[in-house]
């Protein structure tokens, strides 16, 4: 057998290639998942172009100086194992390199998930490094394995930034206004769904015109605004701003604007070419813009909570948000999928160019084509 990457450049994400490796034989203690499917969305992107200074390519080292494997989510199948307590055939979720498999090394095995105790990835976040056995699943459901993959990993998110902000009373910005820049992305609008139903929080989402109807179809955001519309916002209105973009330009607007501008946080990078502009935020008006960090907050809230009860509460939100998104007559995402490495390459490029339909949500496979 032999394993399938999709490389990418670190210093030129736009550089792919494709390798072909043959399978090293497992070591005690180990399995390998072939990857049946996994997301690309934007989120990826972010992880990409903060890959060096958020340790994002750590986690699946490609062996190649200057040639990283970008971590995404997916869903999987145990086909060999050497660990007693996972057999084959066993269905996972969890992080995953954009390949045709992973070797993962099991301990702290639960019914409900294990952790990879690979060496290379003792200090990176734990939240990461958790894979969940679909049988014993809360948040499974097999026939909405493509929404999971797309969904998942992004509403964890924003539901913790939504939890983030309610726990610090929105800086004070209650009644105010939170604005949240690329509304169409799928972190923005899993927010928005949750501080809609905060009470004295207008929640306005800026996109581009292209993606004002779809942000108004979502039902999720109080008022749409394209970029150029900014003045239609009171520049003395109280209000925080949640950046999905990483638009530098976006960011300096709205410091200058918003004289009661009470926190400014960024969460992704997809425009990754505004990634140099974009800065610290130091040299902003106004409040400092900090960067969020999802595990910081989990950690919190387990310490507070429980893991129990944050594990309740997250289960709960997500099977709001999922009624919504899966509607009927009106779904907020319908799933594309790419298999093949030609396929996934060019999947990979239209989500970095920022392009496409934001009602679409890539689900790629370097595995079902080579089986």
Not at 149 to 171: K, Q, V
Request: charged residues 20%.
């Amino acid at each position: 057998m032999n394993t399938t990457t999709l490389l990418i450049r670190k210093d030129d994400l736009s550089a792919t290639r494709v390798r072909a490796d043959d399978d090293a034989p497992l070591a005690d203690g180990q399995v390998r998942v072939r990857i049946d499917s996994f997301a690309l969305t934007s989120n990826n992107i972010t992880y990409a172009a903060f890959g060096e200074s958020m340790n994002y390519w750590q986690f699946f080292p490609t062996g190649e100086e200057g040639w990283g494997s970008i971590p995404v989510w997916g869903f999987g199948s145990v086909v060999q194992s050497l660990h007693p307590g996972v057999a084959v055939g066993e269905r996972l979720y969890g992080y995953v390199p954009m390949a045709s498999s992973v070797v993962l090394t099991p301990e702290r095995l639960s019914a409900a998930r294990f952790t990879d105790s690979a060496p290379h990835r003792a200090a990176l976040p734990a939240v990461y490094n958790q894979y969940f056995r679909s049988a014993s699943d809360p948040l499974y459901g097999a026939d909405t394995e493509d929404l999971q993959a797309l969904l998942r990993p992004l509403f964890i998110t924003s539901w913790l930034i939504d939890d983030f902000f309610e726990d610090n009373d929105f800086f004070g910005a209650r009644p105010g206004v939170a604005l949240l820049s690329s509304a169409s992305s799928k972190t923005a609008y899993g927010t928005a769904f949750q501080m809609h139903q905060r009470p004295g929080i207008e929640v306005i989402g800026l996109t581009s015109s292209a993606n004002k109807a779809f942000c108004e179809s979502l039902g999720c955001y109080h008022r749409v605004l394209a970029y150029e519309e900014l003045d239609q916002v009171a520049a003395d209105a109280p209000c925080v701003y949640v950046d999905f973009a990483g638009n530098g330009e976006l960011r300096r607007a709205i410091h200058t604007r918003f004289t009661q501008l009470k926190y400014s946080c960024s969460i992704g990078g997809t425009h990754v070419e505004q990634l140099a502009a974009s800065g610290s935020g130091k040299d902003l008006p106004g409040v400092r813009a900090t960067l969020f960090f999802a595990p910081a907050q989990i950690k919190k809230r387990t310490g507070e909570w429980g893991g129990d009860e944050f594990g309740r509460r997250m289960v709960e939100a997500w099977r709001d948000f999922i009624a919504q998104v899966t509607r009927p007559a009106t779904p907020w995402l319908v799933a594309q999928h790419h298999e093949g490495p030609e396929a996934v390459q060019a999947a990979y490029a239209q989500v970095l160019s920022g392009r496409g339909d934001p009602r679409t949500g890539h689900i790629l496979s370097l595995s079902r084509a080579l089986s």
